[in-house]
């Protein structure tokens, strides 16, 4: 029988919480069953640069492409009773984006403060894929260590830096070149862009 991939979405209130509406629609595309997390500060974020409130409706208008066998847990980020709070939940890998600055300390400090900090910190020890896509410019020192600490926890640092080399004409080219990558990452097939030389 084969096992259902899980995942682990999370947005945390950084600019750029487009990159987790669309990795939450592109993974709805998938037999998947996925765990979502935002942030308190990410709901505000979301709501000023999407104009999406953020509720259970307006979340199911964003899938309304679906697979049939997707699967989407909406957990509240201050209830560490939902199952990614623990290790022996079975997943494929958790991403936080956008990740500020204050999520990155957290993970990268031990400080499981909420649930997708506690998600994060799980994800490392169980030795799973932890994709960030961290995002503030410029940096300081304390962004860079913390950066530091956390990829040599065993997190991929992939801060959402838009490529020019396959032409974007809109912000959804931008948007969807970074979330095939995460996929990538995630070795999820996908058709979000095409690859290098490749036809
Ligand atoms: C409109 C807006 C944009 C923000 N953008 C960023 C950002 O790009 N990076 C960052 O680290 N923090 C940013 N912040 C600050 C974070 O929201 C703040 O540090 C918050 O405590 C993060 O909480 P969370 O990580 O639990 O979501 C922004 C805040 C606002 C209101």
């Known amino acids: 029988m084969e096992i259902k991939k899980r995942f682990i979405l999370s947005i ?4 750029g919480t487009i990159y987790g509406l669309s990795l939450l629609t592109e993974l709805s595309k998938h037999p998947f069953d ?34 049939k066998d997707f699967n989407l847990h909406i957990c509240e980020s201050d209830d560490f009773y939902n199952p990614p709070a623990s290790g022996s939940f079975r997943h494929d890998g958790m991403i936080v984006a956008p990740c500020s600055m204050k999520t990155l300390a957290e993970i990268a400090n031990g400080l499981a403060q909420n649930l997708i900090s506690r998600s994060a910190d799980v994800t490392l020890k169980e030795r799973k894929p932890l994709i960030l896509l961290t ?12 950066m530091e600490k956390a990829h040599l926890a065993g997190a991929t640092i992939m801060p959402p830096v838009p490529s020019f080399y396959n032409n974007p004409k809109t912000i959804d080219d931008i948007v969807k070149h970074t979330t095939g990558r995460v996929f990538d990452q995630l070795e999820i097939e996908h058709c979000l862009f095409d690859e290098w030389g490749i036809s």
């Open 135 to 146: 995002r503030e410019t410029p940096l300081n020192l304390v962004h860079i260590k913390n």
């Open 34 to 67: 996925l765990y979502l997390i935002i942030s308190k500060s990410a709901e505000s974020i979301i709501l000023h640069e999407n104009k999406i409130e953020v509720s259970t409706e307006n979340i199911e208008k964003l899938i309304k492409d679906k697979h």
């Open 12 to 15: 945390s209130g950084a600019s």
